[in-house]
């Protein structure tokens, strides 16, 4: 059955309601839920209207996003569709009113690394995600908080989600709504974010990934002390030939950081894995 079908079809059961909001997000006004439609589990996101003045425009421009005729087909993307909560009848129970999105529920990109992971899994796997988000900065948009849960693996490809911050590389936003734990050292210091403030939030994560690690602070300001001044990277020696990638990615002034995405690919295909 299509996506769309059984969106449109009311005899279709949404089986298996379960409220994912983390309680401070719910206090704000936002819902997600998780549903089954014929043993696929699905998501559904939304904002109750008149609730928060940051976070529920915030929303409505991931839906617009989504909504673009340029962005809504491309393959970086999750299936997903864009409802009328009070025109749907499996979401009357829920009574909220104004747009929802449903999204494929699929698995997480960055699985654990395994001791016998071949290098050139590990190289393919960090290609795949660069490719995803050049895909993005290509068609002229910054994602803007990029973390580890916002790459899913779908049919054997990385796909990107959660577009709440996202916006157009032309018009740079200074407002400081990105996660301190991947924001880049020049965010801590009020300028915009960019491609670049991307590209280090992937060093983040790969960093992390690569040493199975994750990096701890416990104020705003201890991780802007800890971007800015004391991050220094070290990789297990099994995979030390990921550092020149690593390097490019998350150099504290933006100057020396890699410029774009095919930056970071010419690096990484340089590597020599033997």
Request: charged share 25%; aromatic share 10%; with cysteine.
């Given at each position: 059955m299509s996506f769309i079908t059984w969106i449109s079809d009311p005899t279709i059961q949404w089986n298996n309601w379960s409220l994912e909001t983390k309680k401070r997000s719910y206090d704000f006004g936002r819902r997600l839920y998780t549903f089954q439609v014929e043993n696929q589990k699905y998501w559904l996101k939304f904002h109750v209207v008149d609730t928060d003045p940051v976070i529920e425009p915030a929303f409505q421009g991931e839906l617009d996003f989504y909504q673009l005729e340029s962005i809504h087909s491309q393959h970086f993307l999750l299936p997903h569709h864009i409802?009328?909560?009070?025109?749907?009848?499996?979401?009357?129970?829920?009574?909220?009113?104004?747009?929802?999105?449903?999204?494929?529920?699929?698995?997480?990109?960055?699985?654990?690394?395994?001791p016998t992971t071949d290098l050139e899994i590990i190289q393919k796997k960090i290609l795949d995600a660069l490719e995803t988000l050049d895909y993005m900065h290509e068609m002229g948009w910054v994602h803007g908080d990029l973390k580890p849960a916002h790459f899913r693996l779908y049919h054997g490809?990385?796909?990107?989600?959660?577009?709440?911050?996202?916006?157009?590389?032309?018009?740079?936003?200074?407002?400081?709504?990105?996660?301190?734990?991947?924001?880049?050292?020049?965010?801590?210091?009020?300028?915009?974010k960019s491609i670049q403030s991307d590209l280090y939030a992937l060093g983040i994560i790969l960093y992390e990934w690569l040493t199975n690690t994750k990096l701890n602070a416990d104020t705003y300001y201890d991780w802007a002390v800890l971007h800015c001044q004391q991050l220094h990277i070290q990789l297990p020696k099994a995979l030390e030939c990921f550092f020149p990638l690593l390097n490019g990615l998350l150099q504290k002034r933006v100057e020396q950081r890699f410029r774009s995405v095919l930056d970071a690919k010419g690096c990484l295909n340089a590597i020599d894995l033997l």
């Open positions: 409802i009328i909560l009070e025109q749907t009848p499996q979401c009357l129970h829920l009574e909220a009113k104004g747009r929802g999105l449903i999204l494929f529920d699929a698995e997480k990109f960055f699985t654990d690394i395994l490809s990385c796909r990107l989600i959660d577009f709440e911050q996202s916006f157009k590389s032309q018009c740079p936003i200074t407002r400081m709504d990105a996660t301190p734990h991947y924001m880049a050292p020049e965010l801590f210091h009020g300028e915009a």
